[in-house]
């Protein structure tokens, strides 16, 4: 029987370090830490080491197509299929930026939007039945559909919608910031939030995907960790990464054959309506 494994992409540090350690204790396979940069994630790889756990490494880049195939390859030849997928990779531009707005729109969500997409669609067909997959997104997803505008709220909203009107609104909010009126159509002035507002979606979209496939039992789930103690907050959120790390790694140990969560957006191991999602500290 081959060997299971467990991806964690952008996991050299924060809440994706910190999942690769809960799972290396709990799950029952490889755990493969990942990271942009190669010295990076050895070394993360060798702190978890002290630790007396054993994830292994690989570089992954998911804006970068080659690094995703050679990643695909590596699992494939390796290990033949993925049990547990946790897309974690992102970025965020401190408040203090003064890269420009149009930027920030643009390179936000080619990371975490369409990052996560280039994965999932490198891995997807790699999953085994009784797969998990974990998308983690963001309060700040909830926060910024609620500061769109009726009519566009109601666009992302939208039960049916598909995986290429979800990246034509995205591609037409980062037009709009470039030009500088995206507040005027009625899209908020958050990067990092619309990027986030892509994710949950695309994981609608991907659950409903995934239910009408052949394979048995793949689940798979969006999730806020909470506001966590992380460079991507500089270190402002009252959580430590292990804590921001339990709803995820709660999520891709789901047991076989559950029903619910499934589809879902995931806070503190319960599922919520994103969109009116409250975050509590």
């Known amino acids: ?3 299971k494994v467990a991806v964690v992409t952008g996991s050299n540090k924060g809440i994706g370090y910190a999942i690769v350690r809960g799972l290396c204790k709990q799950f029952k396979g490889d755990v493969v830490l990942t990271a942009r940069n190669e010295d990076l994630g050895k070394q993360a790889v060798q702190s978890l080491n002290e ?9 992954l880049d998911i804006t970068d197509q080659a690094s995703i195939g050679r990643f695909g390859d590596f699992i494939k030849n390796t290990y033949g299929g993925i049990d547990v997928l946790v897309n974690n990779a992102g970025i965020a531009y401190k408040n203090d930026s003064t890269a420009p707005f149009g930027e920030q729109a643009e390179v936000t969500i080619k990371t ?3 990052g996560t997409l280039a994965i999932s669609n490198a891995l997807f067909p790699l999953l085994r039945p009784h797969a998990r997959v974990v998308n983690v997104s963001s309060m700040s997803s909830s926060f910024a559909i609620r500061k769109c505008s009726p009519e566009i709220q109601a666009k992302f909203m939208n039960p049916n919608i598909t995986e290429e009107e ?9 037009q709009a910031a470039k030009n500088g009126d995206h507040e005027k159509i009625g899209y908020p002035n958050s990067a990092y939030g619309m990027s986030k507002v892509g994710v949950t979606v695309l994981s609608q979209i ?6 009408a496939d052949p394979r048995e039992d793949i689940i798979l789930n969006a999730c ?5 103690d992380t460079d991507m907050t500089s270190h402002k959120g009252p959580k430590t990464i292990d804590e921001g790390a339990d709803t995820p790694i709660y999520l891709a140990l ?13 806070a503190g191991r319960k599922a919520h309506k994103w969109n009116e999602y409250q975050y509590t500290p």
């Open 112 to 114: 975490n939007y369409f």
């Open 51 to 59: 630790e007396g756990l054993s994830p292994k490494f690989h570089q």
């Open 206 to 211: 991907q659950h409903r995907q995934l239910s």
């Open 254 to 266: 789901l047991p076989e054959g559950v029903k619910t969560p499934a589809g879902d957006f995931v």
């Open 166 to 174: 979800l990246t034509h609104l995205l591609n037409d909010f980062i």
């Open 224 to 228: 806020c960790p909470g506001y966590v």
């Open 1 to 3: 029987m081959s060997t």
